[in-house]
Nanobody, 126 residues
């Protein structure tokens, strides 16, 4: 059974930092693209960041320069370092995986991902 489990969420003051982790099990994601999405209350799930197998990163404009996506192939884990957090970053953060290395479309497309985690809450107080 393939699973993605997020951790590292919590409550932080504006300007603070958090590091999210996404641990995969049941298969290796070493040749797959992985991504982070978030969903604020009452809003649609939106793209945050992604990392290809090679491992080229992508970021949404709203987090570029503040967030850093990385991965540890040996641990089958992806990370999201979030700095200079703002109240508008408050959301449930989901990790996703399974984008094939041959994929040439946008990594912001939710349909590109085969597997999803259950999410972790990030709350930024202003």
């Amino acid at each position: 059974q393939v699973q993605l489990v997020e951790s590292g969420g919590g409550l932080v003051q504006a300007g603070g930092s958090l590091r999210l982790s996404c641990a995969g099990s049941g298969r290796t994601f070493s040749t797959s693209g992985m991504g982070w999405f978030r969903q604020a209350s009452g809003k649609e799930r939106e793209f945050v960041a992604a990392i290809r197998w090679n491992p080229y990163p992508y970021y949404s404009d709203s987090v570029k320069g503040r967030f850093t996506v990385s991965r540890d192939i040996a641990k089958n884990t992806m990370y999201l370092q979030m700095n200079s957090l703002k109240a508008e970053d408050t959301a449930v953060y989901f990790c996703a995986a399974g984008v094939p290395p041959s994929y040439s479309g946008p990594y912001s497309d939710k349909e590109a991902y085969d597997y999803w985690g259950q999410g972790t809450q990030v709350t930024v107080s202003s």
